[in-house]
């Protein structure tokens, strides 16, 4: 028999991560729950329904995955509390913690609680992930190949991190989209025009990424290769790497963002 997996919801991280599997050929049944999206959106192949209640009475699904918004996720887990016997519950939404779902599903529930960015919609995620005592090794397996297939994975057995996984790599895109933006307007008050500035930014932290990822050499040596002594990169470095410059005001919003990832998470 195959593998089914039960997507409930299918916004921007659930479609992406949706068009992975069917790519990855993850599995080879996919049920969608959504109201919001059309038939024609989706990969071909893929069994759509607008409600729990307009599932298949025949579906037993090995994974259950929870990519519906935070606020909603008290309407969405009642329809899917019946599978618990035989799938695994696999949450993307920030802020509920395993322990909320065990409320809802039951304490022998498997549920793996993972956090996911934005990149996964280009295949280049990643995603860290926790599961709780009752997931199988193979369950574990499932979970691993369907986060794959959005980019790359890392698990920990200590949920408390993944408060600050949420700050840094689930947050982190839009540090650097922020970044883009500042370098653009530093360029602009050093003289180019807008639409120049822009480009050269876009393009230079795009291919510093791609650099950084093809790249056998650390963050750090690549900063130093780009460096000459007492050249123009030096002489911009050493603002940023100034007592008050890059790293503290980074280490400080990532704090707020853990900060924040655990008020949410109660």
Same mark, same amino acid.
């Given at each position: 028999?195959?593998?089914?997996?039960?997507?409930?919801?299918?916004?921007?991280?659930?479609?992406?991560?949706? %068009?992975?599997?069917?790519?990855?050929?993850?599995?080879?049944?996919?049920?969608?729950?959504?109201?919001? #999206?059309?038939? !024609?959106?989706?990969?071909? !192949?893929?069994?759509? #329904?607008?409600?729990?209640?307009?599932?298949?009475?025949?579906?037993?699904?090995?994974?259950?995955?929870?990519?519906?918004?935070?606020?909603?996720?008290?309407?969405?887990?009642?329809?899917?509390?019946?599978?618990?016997?035989?799938?695994?519950?696999?949450? +993307?939404?920030?802020? *509920?913690?395993?322990?909320?779902?065990?409320?809802?599903?039951?304490?022998?529930?498997? +549920?793996?609680?993972?956090?996911?960015?934005?990149?996964?919609?280009?295949?280049?995620? +990643? %995603?860290?992930?926790?599961?709780?005592?009752?997931?199988?090794?193979?369950?574990?397996?499932?979970?691993?190949?369907?986060?794959?297939?959005?980019?790359?994975?890392?698990?920990?057995?200590?949920?408390?991190?993944?408060?600050?996984?949420?700050?840094?790599?689930?947050?982190?895109?839009?540090?650097?989209?922020?970044?883009?933006?500042?370098?653009? *307007?530093?360029?602009?008050?050093?003289?180019?025009?807008?639409?120049?500035?822009?480009?050269?930014? &876009?393009?230079?932290?795009?291919?510093?990424?791609?650099?950084?990822? &093809?790249?056998?050499?650390?963050?750090?040596?690549? &900063?130093?290769?780009?460096?000459?002594?007492? !050249?123009?990169?030096?002489?911009?470095? @050493?603002?940023?790497?100034?007592? @008050?410059?890059?790293?503290?005001?980074? #280490? &400080?919003? #990532?704090?707020?963002?853990?900060?924040?990832?655990?008020?949410?998470?109660?």
């Amino acid at each position: 028999m195959g593998t089914t997996v039960l997507l409930v919801g299918c916004g921007k991280m659930g479609g992406a991560m949706l %068009s992975g599997w069917r790519a990855a050929q993850a599995a080879t049944r996919f049920v969608v729950v959504d109201p919001n #999206v059309q038939a !024609g959106s989706l990969p071909e !192949g893929t069994e759509l #329904v607008g409600t729990m209640a307009e599932l298949p009475a025949d579906l037993r699904p090995d994974a259950v995955v929870l990519a519906v918004k935070p606020q909603m996720m008290d309407q969405a887990l009642p329809g899917c509390a019946g599978y618990a016997a035989g799938a695994v519950y696999l949450s +993307i939404a920030a802020g *509920k913690p395993i322990s909320y779902f065990e409320r809802h599903l039951g304490a022998d529930a498997a +549920i793996v609680r993972a956090m996911p960015n934005t990149p996964a919609a280009i295949g280049r995620g +990643i %995603s860290v992930a926790v599961p709780n005592s009752n997931v199988t090794p193979a369950q574990r397996d499932l979970c691993h190949a369907l986060l794959q297939a959005a980019g790359e994975v890392a698990w920990t057995e200590d949920e408390a991190q993944i408060d600050a996984v949420t700050a840094l790599s689930g947050s982190g895109p839009a540090y650097v989209f922020l970044l883009v933006e500042a370098m653009a *307007k530093a360029g602009v008050a050093a003289g180019l025009p807008g639409d120049l500035a822009m480009h050269l930014a &876009r393009a230079t932290v795009a291919g510093a990424g791609e650099l950084l990822h &093809r790249s056998p050499e650390s963050a750090e040596q690549l &900063r130093r290769n780009v460096t000459s002594p007492n !050249g123009t990169t030096q002489a911009a470095l @050493e603002v940023l790497m100034a007592p @008050e410059g890059l790293e503290p005001l980074m #280490v &400080r919003a #990532v704090a707020a963002g853990q900060r924040r990832s655990r008020e949410l998470a109660g």
